[in-house]
């Protein structure tokens, strides 16, 4: 059994008092699925892990900001930082999933790709870019894709000012 099941198996509900630990990171859990925090220079290192393990699709990529919401909670030993990544993984052939949180400072809004393990985040991740400015290294082509290359500035930040976008018609009759 891999060293996912175990700790899950064996932490139980006990897993959001006092988190174990899977691949060297700290392990919380939300409302019944294992979350792993990793840390930047650990996150490719974990995934390639969780992907020999059989978790070979990843669902979903997407970030928060928490620029007003300081006090969540996070595992012993985790700094919060504004943003965070969410990623969830799933183990089709074993019926698992699972989800990691990577914390990303402000002033250094940078995160590895996870291209090279998971060719499907390429989207995902130009999302996160376009919406968030996160910047993600060795990102094969990482470039708006929602909103127009001239746009300025990053529409899910907390900071971004609200109702400031003109709605723009093509082709509408004035």
């Not at 198996?9 to 959001?16: K, L, P, R, S, Y």
């Not at 792993?36 to 059989?54: M, N, T």
């Not at 990843?58 to 928060?64: E, P, R, Y």
């Not at 007003?68 to 969410?86: K, N, S, T």
């Amino acid at each position: 059994m891999s060293e996912i099941a175990d700790d899950a198996t064996d932490a139980g509900d006990d897993m959001a008092a006092e988190p174990s630990e899977i691949h060297g990171c700290p392990v919380s859990d939300s409302r019944g699925q294992v979350v792993i925090h990793p840390s930047r220079e650990r996150y490719i290192e974990v995934v390639k892990a969780l992907a020999d393990e059989g978790y070979a699709v990843c669902a979903d990529l997407t970030a928060v900001d928490y620029l007003d919401y300081v006090h969540r909670p996070l595992p012993e030993g985790i700094a919060q930082e504004r943003f965070e990544i969410v990623v969830n993984l799933l183990d089709i052939i074993n019926r698992r999933r699972i989800r990691l949180r990577l914390q990303v400072p402000a002033g250094d809004a940078v995160a590895p790709t996870l291209f090279d393990i998971h060719p499907g985040s390429e989207a995902m991740e130009r999302e996160v870019y376009d919406m968030f400015g996160i910047e993600f290294t060795d990102h094969p082509d990482l470039s708006r894709i929602l909103m127009p290359e001239d746009w300025i500035g990053h529409p899910l930040r907390k900071d971004y000012e609200v109702g400031k976008i003109p709605v723009q018609f093509k082709g509408a009759n004035s």
